[in-house]
């Protein structure tokens, strides 16, 4: 115990440092140059670690996003074949200015007005314009996949529609690959 209490002593006993007159262990306030220094540096070693990582999990957000909306508006369309027993058309398609995505339900004879924009920017989709018509029953014969990125680059994303059934699917990476 009395270690203890000698090192408590020689820590909080004021001392001090040559030339400059400051006393250790005094109430001066501030950091030291060094001190600065040593926080900005690891600062920047974890902005260095951590912004691709975030930026990544942006993009894949994005990409979420706009591929929940486009088998949304799918499932939609074939809901409302099926409650209306009525012809339903989806189209998806991309403005060739600014590439904003946007979908419309529209009945057989009537061509898609507006639709609802998906709010995602830089959006790339292949084929830039799918529809997609359901029978008053709900199935479908326009199978097929769309294929969904970003103007960035990265990861890939699509939507799948099989069977006649006009089952949607979403799948990512190698699992887009048309066979």
Not at 57 to 62: E, P, S
Not at 124 to 132: F, K, L
Not at 161 to 174: E, I, N, P, S
């Amino acid at each position: 115990m009395k270690v203890f209490m000698d090192l408590k002593k020689k820590f909080t006993s004021k001392q001090t440092l040559g030339d400059r007159g400051a006393s250790v262990g005094s109430n001066e306030q501030g950091f030291t140059l060094l001190e600065v220094l040593v926080v900005v540096f690891m600062v920047g070693i974890l902005a260095a670690i951590g912004g691709p990582s975030w930026l990544s999990m942006l993009n894949n957000t994005r990409l979420n996003k706009a591929q929940d909306a486009i088998a949304v508006a799918i499932g939609d369309a074939q809901r409302q074949a099926r409650q209306s027993k009525s012809s339903r058309k989806v189209t998806i398609q991309q403005a060739s200015s600014g590439g904003i995505v946007q979908w419309a339900i529209h009945t057989e004879p009537t061509p898609p007005t507006e639709g609802q924009k998906i709010e995602q920017d830089g959006l790339i989709i292949d084929p830039s314009s799918w529809t997609i018509t359901f029978d008053p029953k709900g199935y479908t014969d326009d199978t097929g996949t769309m294929l969904i990125s970003l103007q960035t680059g990265g990861a890939q994303k699509c939507v799948i529609v099989k069977t006649l059934l006009g089952t949607v699917r979403k799948a990512q990476g190698d699992a887009c690959i048309l066979p």
